[in-house]
């Protein structure tokens, strides 16, 4: 079911962003120690090494671009999002959401939300009218999910993710008159599906 999902650019991006950065930062260094005196000797210089080759890994075609560009040819032509809302969506959601232990009282509550509310579109493990949901959370953070289900006009059509999911599923996802609360609960629902489904 992953197949039907293009590559979860964003979320992906993230944490293999990270891993990037951390991973050429460490080899940069221990490459310094081992190779190039004169690479060792300039932290800065492998620093920006290792920017570069974090973002031209990804890109494959962007050798001759510096990395500033790089970054801005993914921004959206129209509105402009901060950081954060790249990462975990826009909408009432404006703080990472803390993930406890499961609350099953919250998921039960959540599971009886999603099959009225999110299943005439929504399968957990295949593509239907919108994307599987089972896995979300693996590429999603608990704040994008929150934030699509409770302002999914916005992120459909504005939000870099919500514009790729667009052009694969037609359909914009309506709002659903959900309240952060319960949109907090079909969270906890979709944790535990992934619990369940290893
Ligand atoms: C009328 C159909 C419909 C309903 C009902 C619906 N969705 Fe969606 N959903 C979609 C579509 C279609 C997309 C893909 C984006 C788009 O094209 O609008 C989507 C996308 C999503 C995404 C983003 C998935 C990703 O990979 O990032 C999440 C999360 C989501 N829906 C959760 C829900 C939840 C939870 C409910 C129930 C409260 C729900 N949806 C109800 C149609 C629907």
């Not at 608990?142 to 059509?157: G, S, T, Y």
């Amino acid at each position: 079911m992953n197949g039907s999902i293009r590559t979860p650019r964003f979320g992906g991006r993230t944490s293999g962003r990270s891993g990037a950065r951390s991973g050429a930062r460490s080899s940069g260094r221990s490459s310094g120690r081992s190779s190039g005196l004169a690479r060792g000797s300039s932290l800065a210089l492998g620093l920006t090494l290792a920017l570069v080759q974090a973002f031209a890994l990804p890109g494959c075609g962007g050798e001759d671009r510096p990395a500033g560009q790089a970054a801005g040819d993914d921004a959206p032509s129209g509105p402009t999002f901060t950081a954060f809302e790249l990462e975990h969506g826009v909408g009432p959601i404006t703080a990472p959401v803390q993930l406890g232990t499961i609350d099953l009282e919250k998921a039960t509550r959540g599971e009886t939300l999603f099959q009225y509310n999110c299943e005439a579109c929504h399968m957990l493990e295949d593509r239907f009218v919108g994307p599987p949901l089972g896995r979300v959370l693996e590429h999603r953070s608990a704040a994008f999910v929150m934030n699509f289900i409770l302002n999914p006009e916005q992120m459909v059509r504005e939000h870099p993710e919500g514009q790729k999911l667009l052009a694969e599923y037609p359909l914009v996802m309506p709002y659903q008159n959900i309240s952060e609360d319960e949109a907090r609960a079909l969270v906890e629902y979709l944790r535990t599906v992934m619990e369940r489904e290893p």
